[in-house]
Every structure is written in C-alpha cells, then in structure tokens.
C-alpha cells in the first residue's frame, strides 16, 4: 500500500455518487468516472468565495432572483438552494465579487435544472469571459471571450459548470444568470427576459480557485479555505524495483495540460532516476544513468493514457494506449539504487490534479506484446 499525506480534509465521489469529506491523511478513493474508483490526487488549492454553500448570505446580491433553501445536494442533504427568478422583465442572476490579481481564476459551481434549464456564468460583468449551458442535455450553448470551461455530469441529475479566465482581472465577479428557453448566444449577464416569479434552477457549492482547471470542491463558511495537496508515494522498496531491468505503467486520468504534472517518479536522486510525466501538452518518459535518453508523445489532450514504460540495457521503449511512441537501443548502467517510487510527484514538485485507475512497477523487462495488451484502453 501507498502512503497518502495529506495535512487537511479534502472531498470525494463516493460509490454513491455523492460528494463526501474524508480526514486528513486519507486517500480519496474517487467514483467521479463511474463504479471503478480511482486514486484521486490533487495540488494545493483554495477557494477564496467565503460562502460556497450560503446564498443567502448578503455577500451574493440577486438581481432580479431570490433563494430558498432546503433542497437535496450532490451531498446528498438539503444544503442546496433554488434560485428563482422575480416578475421583471429583466436579467436574473446571483454574484459575487472577489478582487484579485491572478492572471488565472477558475469558477466553479454545481447546478440543477427545474423550470429553467439553460444557465450562463461569466467573469468581470458585461466585458469578461463567459459560458453558457444547456442542463437538459449537459452540453454548451454559447462561449465568449477567450475563456476555458467544462460540464461535468454527477449523480441525480447535477451538473459541475466551471469557467477559467485566461486573462489578468482586477477582479472577478462570479456571475450566475439564469436563462430563456429561446437563448442561443450573447452574454448571460445581459440577457433580459419576462420572469414568472417561480421558476428557478437548483445550486450548490460555489468555488474561485487560482489555477486553470477547477479541482474537488471547497467548502468555506465565512472565510477561505485552503485543501493541501496529495502526496502518495512508497519507500524501502528496494526488492521490489528491477535495478538493471524491469517495467512501470501507469493508468491516469488528467485534468490539465498547464506545468508539468509528474505521473510516476522511481528515483534516489537526478542521476539516476525513470519517470513518466507531462509537460505542458505531451508526455514524456525519461531514462537517467549513465547513458541518458528519453521518448516523448507531442500534442495530447486532456484524458485517459495507459502508458508503460520498459527498461533494460540494450532495449528500452515507451508504450502508449497500446501503441509503441519509441525505442532506444543504449546500454547504461544505473549509479544508484532504486527505493522510492512517488506518484502524481516527485517529492513535493510538479502535483496537478490527476485520477489514477492503476500504477504497477515489474522487476522484469515484459514483452511487446505483453506491453500492448496491457496499456490498450
């Protein structure tokens, strides 16, 4: 077994379907993807929206809207709010307002649909990015600006919307605007229609994270609060790790082609070491010893790789989805011995947010065959 440090509590899909808190220090055995879990770790992260969970609060000003409380969320008690719109002929939406100077904000916010199923959320008023949903079939409308965002499906019919700005803001008003039914394109925060005074969309969980992806979902009751990140790693395994030869593979899931985000690290130090990473939008195995070299997959995109690398002297090849992306035929020796085995790390350096389904090291150089079979998705 890993070992998981992490030095606050954090939050999960469980088997259910529903978002649960585990302690510190406890793996998060995520079921975002369906009935198979897998190991969710994660960089450090705050969510700086004092009231994630509270739209009552005043620091969310309605316009043309109002809240009730006491609806069943993806946590599956009755923290959820209903935000109706009012009679006027006008906008109607919920926000809030965080100043700020990062360069990268991430929106986040869970939603339902009711009466209303298409909702907008955008940045900085009228002038920023902004993205708009259709939560009937869990697909965008429209996008301005030059943002990034996402839908993601949860369980019982929520959906995870986020919106990542990619420009410096002086601030950033997190903007949640209710739709028509005949809305196809233009800025949420504009878009005036006759409300009934009833009809509504269900929420939950807000977040503004620094960072350009949204990560698991913050709760805040009146101040920020701050997640650290996931170390999983394994010592003393000396045994257990192929010294001259051997194989390492790694199922991963990941979030974000920004940074480095280091998948699989086997090293005692930089002069001997195998690991398996992305750097910005390819991945890359790499080789350090004596005779040093490394394969890399340009232009990927965010997802799901199998990727296996094999290592002996006189033969060494990276596998990808079950395609051989390239071999190398030099001899080397390793300097120093193998203990330590890191995931989704090296220690403390290059932690993005990443699920892992499988991670398997083999004291033997496989075949390959066996090596296609095994990284086929």
């Avoid at 700005?165 to 008003?173: A, G, K, P, T």
């Avoid at 593979?249 to 480095?260: A, E, R, W, Y």
């Avoid at 939008?281 to 490394?294: D, K, M, Q």
Wanted: aromatic share 10%; hydrophobic share 35%.
């Amino acid at each position: 077994d890993f070992t998981t440090s992490r030095a606050s509590v954090a939050t999960r899909v469980n088997e259910n379907g529903l978002i649960e808190e585990v302690a510190s220090n406890v793996p998060r055995l995520d079921y975002s993807d369906g009935s198979c879990p897998s190991l969710l770790l994660e960089p450090t992260a705050t969510n700086i929206l004092t009231y994630s969970e509270d739209f009552s609060n005043v620091a969310w000003v309605k316009t043309g809207s109002s809240v009730t409380s006491g609806f069943t969320s993806p946590k599956g008690d009755l923290s959820a709010f209903k935000l109706v719109e009012d009679t006027a002929n006008s906008e109607h939406l919920i926000k809030i307002r965080i100043d700020t100077s990062s360069s990268f904000l991430s929106n986040s916010i869970f939603v339902k649909a009711e009466e209303v199923t298409k909702i907008g959320i955008s940045e900085s008023g009228t002038t920023g990015d902004y993205a708009s949903f259709d939560l009937s079939n869990g697909v965008l409308i429209a996008s301005g600006g030059n943002p990034s965002f996402s839908i993601k499906e949860m369980s019982n019919d929520w959906y995870r919307i986020s919106l990542t700005s990619n420009s410096q803001l002086s601030r950033n008003d997190f903007n949640l605007a209710l739709l028509p039914d005949d809305y196809v394109s233009g800025i949420p925060y504009t878009q005036n229609y006759q409300g009934n005074g009833t009809s509504g969309i269900y929420i939950f969980g807000a977040q503004i994270e620094e960072g350009s992806y949204a990560t698991s979902y913050i709760k805040t009751v009146g101040t920020a609060q701050t997640r650290v990140a996931d170390i999983a790693n394994k010592t003393g395994l000396t045994n257990l790790i192929g010294q001259s030869e051997g194989t390492i593979l790694v199922d991963v899931d990941f979030k974000t082609l920004s940074g480095t985000n280091m998948f699989l690290s086997i090293r005692p130090d930089a002069s001997s070491k195998i690991e398996i990473y992305r750097g910005d939008a390819a991945i890359y195995g790499e080789l350090t010893s004596n005779a040093s070299f490394n394969f890399n997959k340009p232009i990927v995109t965010i997802g799901r790789y199998k990727i296996a690398i094999v290592y002996s002297s006189g033969y060494s090849a990276m596998y990808i989805n079950g395609v051989i992306i390239g071999s190398n035929t030099a001899t080397f020796e390793f300097a120093s011995t193998f203990d330590d085995i890191y995931i989704n790390s090296r220690g403390t350096t290059f932690i993005e947010q990443s699920n892992y389904k499988d991670v398997r090291v083999y004291t033997t150089a496989l075949s390959d065959a066996e090596l296609t079979t095994l990284t086929t998705i």
